[in-house]
C-alpha cells in the first residue's frame, strides 16, 4: 500500500519561507517522479515544482528563483523550500508520485499525499 504523508505547512507573513516534507512508502522511491502541486481556493490545482527519479527539477514561472524541490532517497522525501513567500502562494500543497518522469498533467500521477495548507499573510 502506498503512501504519501506530507508536513511542514502552516501560517506565515510574506516574504518568509518554509519547508514541506512528503515522506512515501510503500514504493521504490527512487524509480518514481515527484512533484508538489498545489490548490488555491476556486483555482485548479497546478504543478509547482518536480524532481525526476534522475534529480532532473521543473519550477512553474510563477515560483522559480523562490521555491527549492530536492529529494533523499535514503530516506524516501521529498522537499519544498520555499522562500520569499507570497499571499499568492496560499493554497493546499500535495505531493504525487509517478514512475520516473516529471508531467505537468495532475492525471498521470499515480499516488497523491492528503494535502497541507499553507497560508500566506500580507
Known amino acids: 500500500q502506498v503512501q504519501l504523508v506530507e508536513s511542514g505547512g502552516g501560517l506565515v507573513q510574506a516574504g518568509g519561507s518554509l519547508r514541506l516534507s512528503c515522506t512515501a512508502s510503500?514504493?521504490?522511491?527512487?524509480?518514481?517522479?515527484l512533484g508538489w502541486f498545489r490548490q488555491a481556493p476556486g483555482k485548479e490545482r497546478e504543478l509547482v515544482a518536480g524532481i525526476n527519479s534522475g534529480g532532473a527539477t521543473y519550477y512553474a514561472d510563477s515560483v522559480k528563483g523562490r521555491f527549492t524541490i530536492s529529494r533523499d532517497n535514503a530516506k524516501n522525501t521529498v522537499n519544498l523550500q520555499m522562500n520569499s513567500l507570497k499571499p499568492e502562494d496560499t493554497a493546499v500543497f500535495y505531493c504525487?508520485?509517478?514512475?520516473?518522469?516529471?508531467?505537468?498533467?495532475?492525471?498521470?500521477?499515480?499516488?497523491w499525499g492528503q494535502g497541507t495548507q499553507v497560508t500566506v499573510s500580507s
Open positions: 510503500g514504493l521504490t522511491f527512487s524509480a518514481y517522479a
Open positions: 504525487a508520485a509517478r514512475v520516473l518522469v516529471i508531467v505537468v498533467a495532475e492525471q498521470q500521477y499515480n499516488y
